[in-house]
């Protein structure tokens, strides 16, 4: 059985959001504790509780760390969770092309899908290296 769109971005905005609370829970910081990064490539994770120093192998990825933090990949997984809770219940396929035969104008394969589903797909095309992903799901141009 093949996974439904829908099922398939909120298995993916679990994922993330698993993957920060392992990240909170090794670093032992506050979710909203601001991260931040200074030019010797330390990761300060800085929390009332703990200022936490991590070495990265270079201030490049020390900036990258520090921008990704817990709080804004949280952030994003809400506003991902907030964008399929707005689109789920319009995500038909409004046309698939007749068949050629058919003198159809709309033939040929084209396929017309509803804006809430276009805007699905192309939330799920961050997830498509995932092997769950389906590649009719990809938005084209």
Same mark, same amino acid.
Request: net charge negative; proline share 3%.
């Given at each position: 059985?093949?996974? !439904? @769109?829908?099922? *398939?971005?909120? =298995? #993916?905005?679990?994922?993330?959001? %698993? *993957?920060?609370? #392992?990240?909170?829970? /090794? $670093?032992?910081?506050?979710?909203? +504790?601001?991260w931040r990064c200074d030019s010797s490539a330390v990761l300060s994770i800085g929390d009332?509780?703990?200022? !936490?120093?991590?070495? $990265? ?6 900036? *990258?760390?520090? #921008? *990704?933090?817990? &709080? #804004?990949? @949280?952030?994003?997984? =809400?506003?991902?969770? =907030? ?18 035969? !058919?003198?159809?104008? @709309? &033939? ?5 899908? %509803?804006?809430g589903r276009v805007i699905l797909e192309a939330l799920a095309t961050v997830y498509s !290296?995932?092997?769950?992903?389906? %590649?009719?799901? /990809?938005?084209? +141009?």
């Open positions: 059985m093949s996974t !439904s @769109l829908i099922d *398939f971005l909120l =298995a #993916r905005i679990a994922e993330d959001e %698993s *993957f920060v609370q #392992r990240i909170i829970a /090794a $670093t032992y910081c506050d979710h909203n +504790a601001e009332e509780k703990l200022d !936490s120093l991590i070495p $990265t192998c270079c201030a490049v990825v020390g900036d *990258f760390a520090a #921008r *990704f933090d817990p &709080a #804004r990949i @949280l952030a994003e997984c =809400a506003a991902k969770r =907030a964008v399929v809770e707005l689109h789920e219940g319009e995500i038909q396929i409004i046309h698939t092309g007749a068949s050629a035969m !058919s003198g159809d104008p @709309l &033939a040929h394969g084209l396929v017309i899908k %509803s804006e !290296s995932h092997p769950e992903y389906q %590649s009719d799901w /990809a938005v084209t +141009a």
